[in-house]
């Protein structure tokens, strides 16, 4: 499920660390204290991790309840951005980097090249 998350509309990391000891309603409290208002968004996952690189949860809001998952990498480790306690919203790309032990962050890209410069 977590390697393949098409099925949400908004994908957000906790930067930094969180004690991954917390539960549903402790995790809620976080998004609140960093300004969100209402971490019960449909359609969206939020990702935290801890002080272990290895392992994440996620909090989802499936309607009438939150879903609480948890991710335990047996081999490798997440390149989670430690810089600060913020929010980030992940595109669909930066996920699966993510999800794949790759950094979030693109350091050098392809650029695209017009048929013009071709000529």
């Known amino acids: 499920m977590l390697n393949n998350a098409t099925c949400f509309n908004n994908i957000y990391i906790v930067c930094g660390r969180t004690d991954l000891r917390y539960g549903i309603d402790s995790l809620a409290g976080v998004l609140r204290s960093l ?5 019960a968004a449909a359609n969206t996952l939020d990702l ?11 909090l ?27 929010v980030k919203s992940l595109t ?9 032990g790759l950094t979030i962050e693109s350091r050098k890209s392809v650029k695209e090249v017009s048929l013009e410069y071709m000529s």
């Open 35 to 39: 300004g969100i208002e209402n971490p």
């Open 48 to 58: 935290f991790c801890g002080r272990r690189s290895d392992r994440i949860k996620g």
């Open 60 to 86: 989802v809001w499936e309607g009438d309840g939150f879903l609480l998952l948890y991710k335990k990498l047996v081999n490798g480790s997440f390149q989670w951005p430690r810089n600060a306690s913020e």
């Open 92 to 100: 669909a790309k930066q996920f699966r980097w993510l999800m794949e």
